[in-house]
């Protein structure tokens, strides 16, 4: 196993374009462990429900690989002023003023709004189909890469136990 399993310096330098040493090392981890996971599964003969729970595992870290690199990726770009949030961001309409045009009842009235565009803010807490889009808007992915990124999102988003009808093997 050791000798099929990528060292930790040889997969830092894969990562190397991630500054922050912290997130690189991080990634890196989950990165390894996709590794293990996908050796461990080619080389034994595991029982079907193991087999197919070291896949949900292949799925949820390398989904979380793909989404610390993408995040990391926007966020250079946005900090490198290589593009803005009005760019890349969707947006919301945020209401400025409203007036009262007329009463109908007690309950219930006509208005007038006065709206105006506002694109969500780049946070930790974006959601990945937010920062693929992103990414894709800034130009880091194809179009063809972020229909795989979003792939990837979408078994992930499957693997919730709670929502299960029947035995997921």
């Not at 040889?10 to 922050?20: N, P, V, Y």
């Not at 760019?87 to 007329?102: A, G, H, N, R």
């Not at 880091?140 to 890469?145: E, F, G, R, S, Y």
Request: with cysteine.
């Amino acid at each position: 196993l050791e000798n099929k399993l990528p060292n930790q310096e040889i997969l830092e330098k894969r990562f190397d374009f991630i500054s922050d040493k912290t997130l690189r090392t991080n990634v890196v981890i989950y990165f390894r462990y996709i590794c293990f996971l996908v050796i461990m599964s080619e080389d034994l003969e595991l029982p079907g429900p193991i087999l197919f729970s070291i896949y949900k595992d292949l799925i949820l870290y390398t989904a979380s690989v793909v989404e610390a690199s993408l995040h990391y990726a926007v966020a250079s770009y946005l900090e490198a002023g290589l593009v803005s949030e009005n760019d890349i961001m969707p947006f919301e309409w945020k209401s400025k003023t409203v007036v009262t045009l007329y009463t109908i009842s007690v309950d219930e009235k006509v208005c007038g709004v006065t709206q105006h565009r506002k694109p969500q803010k780049f946070a930790n807490k974006t959601q990945l189909q937010t920062v693929i889009a992103a990414a894709v808007s800034a130009k880091i992915l194809t179009k063809q890469m972020g229909k795989l990124a979003n792939i990837i999102k979408d078994q992930r988003n499957k693997i919730h136990l709670s929502a299960l009808t029947k035995p997921d093997d």
